[in-house]
């Protein structure tokens, strides 16, 4: 019987440091960017189908790593002609580049609910390192199931001509975007 509790404790206690996923309800999150038009105007987009999850061992997310995808087909900002050209070549081309795609290497704890999250982000078929400004803005229940939840805020700019997007010159569209994206992830 000795043995058997024995073995029952180090099952629980391996079985609660592997990584948890926690993934995102998308009713309540969003992905989304603004750029600057003719240096006068923030015109303001976002990509109504996404994915994105988070595999963590600790409680704060110190250790946590964060995917993310998202459907340039599915680009909006508000007007049927514009979403369309940002789908075409000189822009995400997104019939030979069909998603857009977010994979951390690092995250950082800078206070208690800010961190600097850096990875590789795929746009256009173009990787590059990108950084930014994770905040925890809380975590509770879900009022449904009573599974965990937790909010994130994600900020940060990376420039469009480092990725291939727009042939434009700076002064129609600005070379930096501001990527901002908030979601509410449930843990599985």
């Not at 795929?122 to 229940?141: E, S």
């Not at 700019?157 to 480092?162: A, I, L, P, W």
């Amino acid at each position: 019987m000795k043995k058997i509790a024995i073995l029952i404790s180090i099952l629980s206690i391996s079985l609660s440091t592997f990584a948890q996923k926690w993934n995102a309800d998308k009713a309540h999150s969003r992905v989304g960017f603004t750029v600057t038009h003719l240096m006068l105007s923030e015109v303001d987009g976002n990509f109504k189908k996404f994915d994105a999850s988070i595999m963590s061992e600790k409680e704060d997310f110190s250790d946590a790593t964060f995917e993310f995808t998202a459907d340039v087909n599915s680009v909006e900002t508000g007007n049927d002609m514009r979403n369309g050209h940002l789908q075409k070549a000189d822009m995400f081309d997104a019939e030979k580049f069909p998603t857009i795609s977010f994979k951390s290497t690092s995250i950082s704890k800078v206070d208690a609910k800010k961190y600097k999250l850096a990875g590789n982000l795929t746009m256009k078929g173009v990787t590059k390192p990108a950084t930014f400004d994770l905040t925890l803005n809380g975590m509770g229940k879900n009022q449904r199931t009573q599974k965990p939840i937790a909010g994130f805020k994600l900020t940060g700019t990376v420039k469009r001509t480092d990725f291939g997007i727009g042939g434009m010159p700076f002064a129609v569209v600005s070379e930096d975007i501001e990527i901002r994206a908030v979601g509410e992830f449930g843990k599985e």
